[in-house]
C-alpha cells in the first residue's frame, strides 16, 4: 500500500497568514492526489483534485501543487473559516489512503 | 444540490453483520463511482471502499477485504455496504462519498454524507 505521509500534524497560525502544509507519498502516485477539510463534527469537504484543480466554489486563497511523491497545500490569506483539520488523498492506485492529517489552529 | 444520506449504524457485537446504505439524490447516479470512507472517533480518515458506476470495478481497504461487500442499486439511486465478521477497530463514522468520474479512478470524495455511526463492541 501507498503511505501516505503530513507535515506538520499540528499548524498554528494567525488570521492572514500565508501556511503551507506538505504531503509525501512513499512510491509516486503522479498527479491522483487530493485535498479535503474538514471541521469538527463534520463530514470532509473536497478542496483540490488531480494535485492542482481547484474545486468549484473553492476561495482562490486554496492553492497546491506538486507530483510524484511531494505535494503542498497552501493558504495565501488565512481567514477564520480555515481553521481545520486538512488531508490529502492519493488515488493512484488501490486502497486509496489518506494522510494522516494536519490541524490547523488558531494561534 | 447533491444528497447522500447513509443510515443502518448501529451498536453490534464482534462477530455479527451490519448493512449500511446511502440514498442519493440531486445528480444523476449512473455517472459516478461511489465510495465508502471511514474514521474511527476522533481519528483520521480511512477509505473502505469503492465502486464505478456499473458494479464492474470494485476496491477494497486490506482491513475490510473479505468481509464486506460494495454495491449500488441504480435503479434506486442507492449504495450499500454490507459489513460481516465485524470487529472492534471497525467502530467508526462510516460516510458515503460520489466520486469524480464514473470510474473509480477519480478521487472518491467530491461529495459526502454526513455519516452513520457503527460502533462495534460486546
Known amino acids: 500500500d501507498i503511505q501516505m505521509t503530513q507535515s506538520p500534524s499540528t499548524l498554528s497560525a494567525s488570521v492572514g497568514d500565508r501556511v503551507t502544509i506538505t504531503c509525501r507519498a512513499s512510491?509516486?502516485?503522479?498527479?491522483?492526489l487530493a485535498w479535503y477539510q474538514q471541521k469538527p463534527g463534520k463530514a470532509p469537504t473536497l478542496l483540490i483534485y488531480?494535485?492542482?484543480s481547484l474545486e468549484s466554489g473553492v476561495p482562490s486563497r486554496f492553492s497546491a501543487g506538486g507530483s510524484g511523491t511531494e505535494f503542498t497545500l497552501t493558504v495565501s490569506s488565512l481567514q477564520p473559516d480555515d481553521f481545520a483539520t486538512y488531508y490529502c488523498?492519493?488515488?493512484?492506485?488501490?486502497?486509496?489512503?489518506f494522510g494522516q492529517g494536519t490541524k490547523l489552529e488558531i494561534k | 444540490d447533491v444528497q447522500l444520506v447513509e443510515s443502518g449504524g448501529a451498536l453490534v457485537q464482534p462477530g455479527r453483520s451490519l448493512r449500511l446504505s446511502c440514498a442519493a439524490s440531486g445528480f444523476i447516479f449512473t455517472d459516478y463511482a461511489m465510495h465508502w470512507v471511514r474514521q474511527a472517533p476522533g481519528k483520521g480518515l480511512e477509505w473502505v471502499s469503492g465502486v464505478s458506476w456499473n458494479s464492474y470495478t470494485v476496491l477494497y481497504a486490506d482491513s475490510v477485504k473479505g468481509r464486506f461487500t460494495i454495491s449500488r442499486d441504480n435503479g434506486k439511486n442507492s449504495l450499500y455496504l454490507q459489513m460481516n465478521s465485524l470487529r472492534v477497530e471497525d467502530t467508526a463514522f462510516y460516510y458515503c462519498?460520489?466520486?469524480?468520474?464514473?470510474?473509480?479512478?477519480?478521487?472518491?470524495?467530491?461529495?459526502w454524507g454526513q455519516g452513520t455511526l457503527v460502533s462495534v463492541s460486546s
Open positions: 462519498s460520489k466520486g469524480g468520474c464514473s470510474s473509480t479512478d477519480c478521487h472518491s470524495g467530491a461529495s
Open positions: 488531480k494535485a492542482s
Open positions: 512510491q509516486t502516485v503522479s498527479s491522483w
Open positions: 488523498q492519493q488515488y493512484n492506485r488501490s486502497p486509496y489512503t
